[in-house]
């Protein structure tokens, strides 16, 4: 099998801590060029992984006939001109969670990579965790038999720490729900399947974080029925004080 050359746009937290890593774990893939718009971070990126193509303008990156496959890995309000460039020049893209600001950027994102015709997945990396993937043949296999209920809780405590882009609806375009809780709604759709309907609640108990107004959720819950009539519960706090910032 050829080589899959890949970019990187956006070299943060998690582009280094997990992107980085996964890519050495496949041996068909070559990390070929990086982007970051903050020169520092870019600069730790290229010392970090020798890499020898590297640009502050993510359409220089999306334009390379070397690179063929595109990691976005940005804050969330550029996720969909970014995808939206790379699928335009045939990239396929593995974009980060959540997609897109709203559904009407996630479906433009979809319907570009469609039109185009390439590979396209988001970053929802809990499917791909061994007890979930277990848990996820166990329901397949009938090993469990009729799933009837699903409960899920995402409890964290971040206390009033800056979260940075995160606590900025501009930025992020929502709180703990597409931080944390999109994780959860995958796994529920992967495990359960479809829902029919659903009535949720968020609440913002913190304001100021350290000196900066957040104007997004730090909680949220969603009680759901699925097509095949099971039921779910799914919550999300970044205020679960004791628990830690979790993994
Ligand atoms: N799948 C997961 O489990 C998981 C975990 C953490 C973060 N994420 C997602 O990954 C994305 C990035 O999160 P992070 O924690 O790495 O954030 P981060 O702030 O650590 O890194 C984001 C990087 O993007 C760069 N950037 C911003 N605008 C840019 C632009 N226009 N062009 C190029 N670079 C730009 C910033 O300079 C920064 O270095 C978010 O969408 C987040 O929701 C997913």
């Given at each position: 099998?050829?080589?899959?050359?890949?970019?990187?746009?956006?070299?943060?937290?998690?582009?280094?801590?997990?992107?980085?890593?996964?890519?050495?774990?496949?041996?068909?893939?070559?990390?070929?060029?990086?982007?970051?718009?903050n020169a520092?971070?870019?600069?730790c990126?290229?010392?970090?992984?020798?890499?020898?193509?590297?640009?502050?303008?993510?359409?220089?990156?999306?334009?390379?006939?070397?690179?063929?496959?595109?990691?976005?890995?940005?804050?969330?309000?550029?996720?969909a001109?970014?995808?939206i460039?790379?699928?335009?020049?045939?990239?396929?893209?593995?974009?980060?969670?959540?997609?897109?600001?709203?559904?009407?950027?996630?479906?433009?994102?979809?319907?570009?990579?469609?039109?185009?015709?390439?590979?396209?997945?988001?970053?929802?990396?809990?499917?791909?965790?061994?007890?979930?993937?277990?848990?996820?043949?166990?329901?397949?296999?009938?090993?469990?038999?009729?799933?009837?209920?699903?409960?899920?809780?995402?409890?964290?405590?971040?206390?009033?720490?800056?979260?940075?882009?995160?606590?900025?609806?501009?930025?992020?375009?929502?709180?703990?729900?597409?931080?944390?809780?999109?994780?959860?709604?995958?796994?529920?759709?992967?495990?359960?399947?479809?829902?029919?309907?659903?009535?949720?609640?968020?609440?913002?108990?913190?304001?100021?974080?350290?000196?900066?107004?957040?104007?997004?959720?730090?909680?949220?819950?969603?009680?759901?029925?699925?097509?095949?009539?099971?039921?779910?519960?799914?919550?999300?706090?970044?205020?679960?004080?004791?628990?830690?910032?979790?993994?």
């Amino acid at each position: 099998m050829a080589t899959i050359g890949v970019g990187i746009i956006g070299c943060g937290g998690i582009a280094l801590q997990n992107h980085l890593p996964g890519l050495k774990l496949c041996p068909d893939t070559q990390l070929v060029g990086l982007c970051d718009s903050n020169a520092e971070v870019l600069d730790c990126a290229v010392q970090q992984t020798g890499v020898t193509f590297s640009t502050q303008d993510y359409n220089e990156l999306v334009r390379r006939d070397d690179i063929h496959a595109v990691i976005i890995a940005t804050p969330n309000a550029t996720h969909a001109a970014m995808a939206i460039a790379a699928a335009s020049n045939g990239k396929h893209v593995l974009c980060e969670k959540p997609l897109g600001m709203d559904q009407a950027e996630t479906l433009g994102m979809l319907n570009c990579a469609r039109e185009n015709g390439v590979r396209h997945m988001t970053a929802f990396t809990y499917r791909f965790v061994p007890a979930m993937r277990y848990m996820k043949y166990l329901v397949e296999s009938g090993g469990i038999g009729q799933p009837y209920h699903i409960r899920t809780c995402r409890l964290q405590d971040w206390g009033d720490r800056n979260l940075g882009w995160r606590q900025f609806s501009q930025m992020a375009g929502s709180g703990e729900l597409g931080d944390m809780l999109s994780h959860r709604l995958d796994y529920a759709h992967f495990l359960i399947g479809d829902m029919k309907r659903l009535t949720a609640d968020t609440r913002r108990f913190v304001d100021d974080r350290q000196g900066q107004i957040s104007d997004l959720e730090d909680w949220v819950t969603v009680m759901a029925e699925f097509e095949n009539q099971a039921t779910g519960v799914l919550e999300s706090s970044k205020l679960a004080t004791g628990r830690g910032e979790g993994a």
